[in-house]
């Protein structure tokens, strides 16, 4: 039989909850498929932060190189906000898609037709949304060097950063976003800031280049300030969009709440080779933790995308989204995307209907 | 009589169209007022490319700085997308925001009542917004340095921007947006991506620091993938938002298109002292250009914006703003706005309804 490693990292919040929804999906799919999957959870985070004192400990990443995909819970709560930057829950996040080399993140947003009411767009608009955003997840601002403080030529402080991308940056973020709109509906808009910045201006170059080995792509280009006005205006007309770090945290996060369902959005991030690291696009919730409150669905179709993308047990991926297709069709929901007459479940509960799906 | 000296850059596209209705506008409430106005047109833009080889004529901008007031049309089009950097139209609206030194950008985004239909949100979630994005307009990624190409350690080729900012910078924009706060409903949200971005840190700090000058202020603090998810989700929760250039570029033109109306947006562009630039959020339109179709309305409440914020003449400016909500009542409407049982009208029949309802 095939078996897998697979890293859990429960992090912080609701993470722990909705990471053993997900785990326990995955055991029954590993059984019904002869797959033998070994766990192993780490921590990560905040939970990191007050266990070793650093937010993602060596053996953490270690652990998680050694295994053949990772699956993460959420990061991060109130407790640690104000902690400097090294010793922040997110840089741990940072430092983990840096040690996996995870540069391109795949975050569909989706409406289902049992959802479509939890958009606050209208109807209309809303029905039928289906897109994904590939981002560029190791690059650009985020990781861009000079940046630090310092004191400008008036002996004032300042604060800076760099936008940087090279060139074989450009080009692999680029190849998964052909490739990804190839096996989706042939469509791809390339997002940028190119009537101001010359990273934009580079970004817009390479990836017209490489259009040309796409044929059966059609390739655009937007700036960023309209592609946030299209995402609200009209969403449907997205099938690909493939963009930079920054623009990408800032629009998929836009098209995931258009669904009005972020409680079901999973996402996948995933390198050249070595294991892809699956998580919700939500966050760790805090308000909410320890309450047998949120929706496990996020993590478990990320558990779907681990099983596809990371692993290629296409079927056994298949098997979950069905299951979560049926469970909403059975009227379960938790809070987040509960309407009056259907049956308000917890996240263990939801994730019990999920296992009599499968 | 008061007299001022306004000059109009029509610019691109539908620019001079609108401007022309603005221009009548600003004359009729001048004549009932007892203001005079010498206006002086000049080009800006594509067509100054086209006329004199430069996006920002020096003619223009020495008019501009030595006027009370500035208006502007619309820029950019299709024909000089692919210029090089210093041969775009846009470059030439960056260099007159430099040169004005108007480093905030109000860009209000309300709801009216008579077209809360347009939005593609749901009713009850567009009705009633009314919020104010306070931009910082001349700091930040668009301007910072070093930017531009160069090769890396490994002989590729990089494109490059720095995204920095210094404490006065931070301070006179976040005092403007505290003092837009007040005079509102005392709200302010304060956007960056301070678990990311070093001069994100350097923003959350020195706003911070201020708000202990605006005791009638309740400021928050939000990072700018969430800002771009709460705008969508419940944009009724915001008042006042202060941001950076980029950040600041991203969300207004999310907001106002959560409107659904962005052909009624205006902006003003302020500075320490000296003229204002005074604008539509709407783009140049080339599609429709010369076709008496667009909506003059956002450049008519611009001029409104130009009266208030620029001149102090508050009185004129909602003698403006009342004619606009009236002729709106009477049912006129230009095709953007259009709905079915009302009024269509084109650009110059919308101007002259305008005119009767003052
Ligand atoms: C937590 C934060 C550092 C992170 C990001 O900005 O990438 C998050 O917003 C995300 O999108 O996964
Ligand atoms: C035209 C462009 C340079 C400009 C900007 O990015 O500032 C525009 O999008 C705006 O918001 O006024």
Chains 1, 2 share one sequence.
Not at 83 to 96: A, M, W
Not at 123 to 143: N, S, W
Not at 256 to 273: D, F, K
Not at 314 to 333: C, F, H, N, P, S
Request: charged fraction near 25%.
């Amino acid at each position: 039989s095939r078996s897998y490693t697979v890293t859990l990292l429960p992090g912080d919040g609701i993470g722990p909850e909705v990471i053993s929804v997900a785990k326990n999906t995955l055991q029954l799919v590993a059984s019904l498929e002869g797959i033998e999957f070994k766990f192993k959870e780490m921590p990560v985070g905040g939970s990191a932060l007050d266990l070793t004192g650093v937010p993602l400990p060596e053996e953490t990443l270690s652990a998680a190189k050694d295994s053949d995909a990772v699956l993460l819970g959420a990061i991060g709560g109130y407790k640690w906000d104000n902690n400097e930057k090294h010793l922040k829950p997110e840089t741990g996040l940072l430092q983990l898609r840096a040690g996996l080399k995870v540069f391109a993140n795949l975050r569909p947003a989706t409406v289902l037709p049992q959802l479509v009411d939890a958009s606050t767009l209208k109807k209309e608009v809303a029905d039928g949304v289906d897109l994904m955003v590939v981002r560029e997840l190791t690059g650009g601002i985020y990781f861009g060097k000079p940046r630090g403080f310092s004191t400008n030529e008036n002996g004032e402080e300042i604060g800076f950063n760099t936008e940087v991308y090279a060139t074989h940056e450009i080009d692999r973020i680029a190849r998964v976003a052909f490739e990804t709109a190839k096996k989706r509906r042939g469509k791809l808009c390339s997002v940028d800031k190119a009537n101001v910045l010359e990273a934009s201006m580079l970004w817009r170059k390479r990836v017209t280049e490489l259009a040309s080995k796409y044929p059966d792509v059609e390739l655009s280009h937007m700036y960023v300030d309209n592609a946030a006005m299209q995402l609200v205006r009209n969403p449907k007309q997205f099938d690909t969009i493939v963009t930079n770090n920054i623009f990408g945290d800032i629009l998929s996060d836009e098209a995931s709440m258009i669904t009005g369902s972020i409680g079901m959005l999973p996402s996948a991030s995933l390198g050249e080779s070595g294991p892809g690291l699956f998580e919700p696009i939500h966050g760790s919730a805090p308000d909410i933790a320890g309450q047998d409150k949120a929706n496990p669905l996020a993590t478990v179709l990320s558990a779907a995308m681990l099983l596809k993308y990371g692993l290629g047990e296409e079927k056994a991926a298949q098997r979950i989204e069905a299951a979560v297709l049926d469970t909403l069709d059975r009227g379960y929901r938790t809070g987040d995307i509960y309407s009056a007459g259907l049956k308000l479940v917890g996240c263990k509960e939801m994730g019990e209907e999920v296992l009599k799906s499968i």
